[in-house]
């Protein structure tokens, strides 16, 4: 019982601070609640017994990822969102849009069904440590979509160099 | 612990050109010449496509699997990768981007299609997809000082991340539903637990519906294409317009057509109402484009639409005719393309209607070859894209959907207006001023290749739809 209170604490105050996050007017607020929605995701995993993820979500995403959030928005300069009319009259259509969807998913969701879990339970993972078990998976199960992951990076470097650093020929 | 290397032999083709992309990312450091890194690439893309001969089979656990449906769309990338560079070679120097990393990048997307045509798992494919997109986010931006260049990869890139968290959604709630990601499992489970009908499972075909329509750039999913289509570079735009598209048919084909066979009625029934919308938004809105770069992105959309309702019949005969289809319609798009390109020459863009005008009378060649390209794209015997319409709409037809080719024929009327204005322009109206051709022996050569395909598969098709046929078994 107490498990579900949490979770319906940490759900509700994702979603809060996610439209925080998209709300702001102020970029650095922006990236602040980004920090404390970070954190919630972290205490999810948690509940979920994952306390490398949560780790791994605070190092890299917390630690790693809002510092790059904040060095932008230290180098643009920005006080105030530009707010452009052409991309924000759509409001109450998307609104409506997105009211339906939430109808549709909470009412479909009632059918959910879970499946039978499967072969990590809670207590082999705790047997074989977590490190263990998801280095394990990622270098023998998971190779595949491991390597192509590494491929995305790798095309991402490249693009962030061939868009950004090329001194333009005028 | 033991874990015995994987059989790498089904994956051979990914691999080398992983390889070679690397190879030709490096090449760029050493060669001065770019041209030079542009005929290795399509050197080099052309002996990997041999090692496609050779490789069946699954592995990696059954996360990838080589067979003869993958290997059909290989095809189709690798033609849609050599043709894309021949027509670039020119180009990106006129355009002044002529950068080696643009040859390595349109390898990269190809390899994320191929790993996306390949997948059986549902992780293997996102994970290609992201490959293919962001290659191509890059791709579309790739003339730096062009605001719409720039716009149109900005553009892309945002919309092509909503559509993934849509995939993400869909494929956490079928994970969620069943316990695995594997897409025959997936089949299985569905089919054992009676989850037919459970609106949970409807809702996640609903999600990937969405993501996969992003991707092929079906109503009402398409908003993107009009703006990435003309914002971005030509060669590009070809590019796209069939890569991406096919991938994206490849992954709803096989989700669709394995992992959820046991509800086919029901993702029947959200593609129709989707494929009529594409169809009409498509062909109905390219009417009042004057760009023709513009006009050829609503044109793509309109395809789509098409190529839908080989899905839409969730058999083989379907199946085999929308894969003929998108082969098809590689050739006379690019072909396309490839005479636009040509009117794109230092200081004058060649990409509004009224440049067409009187093209027959200062460029009669580039003008008959756009007037066969046109007629392909109408779908006017005796060229490829008819036999392409004839056997999605006799596949619709067997399976029952008489009304919905009756819609497809109507709109594919329609569609003739805006392709043969193209070719009144060209042939009924006075050249207003002389536009200079951006030749090259490249671009000649990917037209002529483009053409003789038009022209050979519209006389003797039989052999592509055997190929393709061939190409399902086992599927």
Same mark, same amino acid.
């Given at each position: ?16 601070? +996610? ?35 949560? @780790? ?44 339906? =969807? ?62 950004? %650093? ?5 | ?37 542009? #005929? ?12 496609? =001969? %050779? ?14 449906? +993958? ?36 390898? /990269? ?8 045509? +390949? ?72 089919? &054992? ?56 048919? @490849? ?10 066979? @046991? ?87 060649? &990409? ?40 999605? /709409? ?10 919905? #080719? ?6 594919? @009327? ?39 395909? #038009? =022209? ?9 739809? &055997?190929?393709?046929?061939?190409? =399902?078994?086992?599927?």
């Amino acid at each position: 019982m107490v498990s579900i209170g949490f979770f319906i604490y940490f759900a509700f105050a994702i979603v809060v601070l +996610s439209l925080l996050v998209v709300t702001r007017k102020n970029p650095v607020h922006s990236v602040l609640w980004m920090l404390l929605l970070f954190f919630h995701i972290a205490g999810l995993y948690l509940f979920l017994n994952a306390e490398f993820m949560a @780790a791994i979500q605070v190092i890299v995403y917390a630690g790693g990822i809002l510092v790059l959030f904040l060095f932008v928005v230290l180098l643009m300069n920005l006080r105030e969102e530009l707010s452009i009319g052409k991309y924000t009259t759509f409001g109450p259509t998307g609104f409506t849009f997105a009211l339906g =969807l939430f109808v549709a998913v909470s009412m479909s969701l009632s059918s959910f069904i879970a499946a039978p879990p499967g072969k990590y339970s809670i207590d082999l993972i705790k047997q074989e440590t977590h490190i263990k078990a998801l280095g394990k998976l990622l270098y023998t199960e998971f190779i595949y979509p491991f390597e192509v992951a590494s491929l995305i990076l790798l095309v991402a470097m490249i693009g962030a160099i061939v868009l950004a %650093k090329r001194r333009l020929k005028s | 612990m033991n874990f015995p290397l994987p059989d790498l032999n089904p994956v051979m083709p990914e691999i080398l050109m992983t390889a070679f992309a690397l190879i030709v990312l490096l090449l760029d450091l050493l060669i001065k010449k770019k041209e030079a890194v542009a #005929v290795i690439s399509i050197a080099g893309t052309a002996i990997i496509s041999l090692s496609l =001969l %050779k490789t069946t089979g699954s592995t990696f656990g059954g996360m990838y699997i080589a067979d003869g449906y +993958s290997t059909f769309f290989k095809i189709i990338f690798f033609i849609n990768v050599i043709l894309t560079i021949l027509i670039s070679i020119k180009y990106i120097a006129v355009e002044r981007v002529n950068y080696g990393e643009y040859y390595s990048l349109i390898l /990269f997307s190809t390899i994320g299609m191929m790993i996306m045509a +390949s997948a059986s798992d549902l992780i293997t494919l996102y994970l290609g997809l992201e490959l293919m997109a962001l290659s191509t986010y890059v791709l579309a931006g790739f003339i730096r000082h062009n605001l719409k260049s720039t716009e149109s990869a900005l553009k892309y890139f945002l919309l092509g991340a909503f559509s993934s968290g849509f995939l993400l959604y869909g494929i956490s709630i079928v994970y969620g539903l069943t316990g695995t990601t594997d897409l025959r499992l997936i089949a299985t489970f569905i089919t &054992e637990r009676g989850l037919s009908g459970n609106l949970s499972l409807l809702l996640a075909i609903g999600m990937l519906t969405v993501a996969f329509g992003f991707k092929i750039a079906a109503a009402p999913f398409h908003m993107w294409a009009p703006d990435v289509y003309e914002g971005a570079p030509t060669s590009i735009t070809a590019f796209m317009s069939v890569g991406p598209k096919a991938a994206g048919f @490849a992954v709803i084909g096989r989700v669709f057509m394995i992992a959820f066979a @046991a509800v086919k009625a029901d993702w029947a029934t959200i593609l129709i109402p989707i494929s009529i919308l594409t169809m009409a938004v498509g062909n109905i809105v390219a009417l009042s484009q004057t760009n023709i770069k513009r006009m050829l992105a609503y044109s793509s959309i309109a395809h789509a639409g098409y190529a839908l309702l080989g899905i839409i019949t969730a058999n083989s005969e379907g199946i085999s005719s929308m894969m003929n289809y998108l082969f098809i319609y590689a050739f006379m798009n690019i072909g396309a393309f490839a005479v636009i390109i040509m009117l794109r020459s230092e200081g004058i863009k060649g &990409e509004d209607l009224s440049d067409y005008e009187g093209l027959s009378k200062t460029h009669p060649l580039a003008a008959a070859l756009m007037l066969i390209f046109m007629f392909s794209l109408t779908g006017i015997p005796p060229t490829a894209g008819f036999i392409g319409k004839l056997y999605v /709409f006799m596949a619709a037809i067997n399976a029952g959907y008489t009304w919905l #080719v009756i819609v497809a024929v109507i709109f594919s @009327a329609i569609s003739a207006y805006f392709y043969l204005r193209v070719v009144m322009y060209m042939y009924m109206r006075d050249p207003k001023t002389e536009l200079p051709l951006t030749t090259s022996f490249t671009n000649g050569l990917a037209l002529a290749v483009t053409t003789a395909a #038009v =022209l050979i598969i519209g006389v003797f098709p039989t052999m592509l739809v &055997e190929f393709a046929r061939a190409a =399902l078994k086992g599927f």
